[in-house]
T-cell receptor, first 113, second 113 residues
Framework: AQSVTQLGSHVSVSEGALVLLRCNYS??????LFWYVQYPNQGLQLLLK??????LVKGINGFEAEFKKSETSFHLTKPSAHMSDAAEYFC???????????FGAGTTVTVRA | DVKVTQSSRYLVKRTGEKVFLECVQD?????MFWYRQDPGLGLRLIYF???????EKGDIPEGYSVSREKKERFSLILESASTNQTSMYLC????????????FGDGTRLSIL
């Protein structure tokens, strides 16, 4: 079985500050990892994915995530928050022999002016 | 770009009605999924289909059924709608393979009165 834990259901940052969203996973086999963003009243949009190539993955909108096998983590960062980053973020894990993804509960990001 | 289209953004139905939610994707994806999203509970998988006419139950299939007669279309059916099925419903599709991301529609916000 696989599962995903996102630490912190709400994160508030100042505009221009670092955004750090934490994701830890458990998987019995090497995982595939994804981060998605959801803006209000919209579906989920793929930010980035890790599929066993480089451990530092760059995504859209200036986000990046680092896969750390020893820590079973895949934290998402952005050096400088923008007002448009206010949204809900989901971490998800998949496996090569499975159609499905397991999603974390989500982290809502608020950006203060 | 992948396009996943859900037939309605907002839908209001009455208790006991049979409700159809439609989802169409334009990228010839093998796999399709239906989720519901509720505050604090994240995304929960209702049903998925790994190919035409094939379906499997997800984590919360009770009260729902699905149909996939054509590759591009995946329908979710609420056999007899109840108020506890008021939710945001998200459809997704993906190419076969665990390392492939899911692509989401914009969601249908369904209210059962």
């Amino acid at each position: 079985a696989q599962s995903v834990t996102q630490l912190g259901s709400h994160v508030s940052v100042s505009e221009g500050a670092l955004v750090l969203l934490r994701c830890n996973y458990s998987s019995s086999v090497p995982p595939y990892l994804f981060w998605y963003v959801q803006y209000p009243n919209q579906g989920l949009q793929l930010l980035l994915k890790y599929t066993s190539a480089a451990t530092l993955v760059k995504g859209i909108n200036g986000f990046e995530a680092e896969f750390k096998k020893s820590e079973t983590s895949f934290h998402l960062t952005k050096p400088s928050a923008h007002m448009s980053d206010a949204a809900e973020y989901f971490c998800a894990v998949g496996r090569s022999n499975d159609y499905k993804l397991s999603f974390g509960a989500g982290t809502t990001v608020t950006v203060r002016a | 770009d992948v396009k996943v289209t859900q037939s309605s953004r907002y839908l209001v139905k009455r208790t006991g009605e049979k409700v159809f939610l439609e989802c169409v994707q334009d990228m010839d994806h093998e796999n399709m999924f239906w989720y519901r999203q509720d505050p604090g509970l994240g995304l929960r998988l209702i049903y998925f289909s790994y190919d035409v006419k094939m379906k499997e139950k997800g984590d919360i299939p009770e009260g729902y059924s699905v149909s996939r007669e054509k590759k591009e279309r995946f329908s979710l059916i609420l056999e007899s709608a109840s108020t506890n099925q008021t939710s945001m419903y998200l459809c997704a599709s993906k190419v076969q393979g665990g390392n492939q991301p899911q692509h989401f529609g914009d969601g249908t916000r369904l209210s059962i009165l």
